[in-house]
């Protein structure tokens, strides 16, 4: 099993910066990729960014592309995500989640990964 848990939310005016963090625990040999989602009020999870084992990928959904960046510190088995130039839109629980093997082209996809963390919200005012 592998144990996931995010930080760095908060409140944050429009045009401000956060970076999140996910501290993965347990077996975290058999991670493979792994990614961010999140989810606002009354709508779906959507995919945020995706990035994998070795930290070489990375995919960033177009809404988020060149505002926000994924990284990941295997050494520490600790996953990131900066988010600059951030807009009220962007309010939401993030969640971090990782899958054990699978395919790169299915990195969007919830229903493929494996493990989630419980989330932290992240509400940006304008």
């Known amino acids: 099993q592998v144990q996931l848990v995010e930080s760095g939310g908060g409140l944050v005016q429009a045009g401000g910066s956060l970076r999140l963090s996910c501290a993965a625990s347990?077996?975290?040999?058999?991670?493979?990729?792994m990614g961010w989602f999140r989810q606002a009020p009354g709508k779906e999870r959507e995919f945020v960014a995706a990035?994998?084992?070795?930290?070489?990928?990375?995919l960033h959904a177009d809404s988020v592309k060149g505002r926000f960046t994924i990284s990941r510190d295997n050494a520490k088995n600790t996953m990131y995500l900066q988010m600059n130039s951030l807009k009220p839109e962007d309010t939401a629980v993030y969640y971090c989640a990782a899958d054990r093997a699978g395919a790169w082209g299915m990195v969007m996809r919830a229903t493929e990964y494996d493990y989630w963390g419980q989330g932290t919200q992240v509400t940006v005012s304008s």
């Open positions: 347990g077996r975290t040999f058999s991670i493979d990729y």
């Open positions: 990035i994998s084992r070795s930290g070489a990928r990375t």
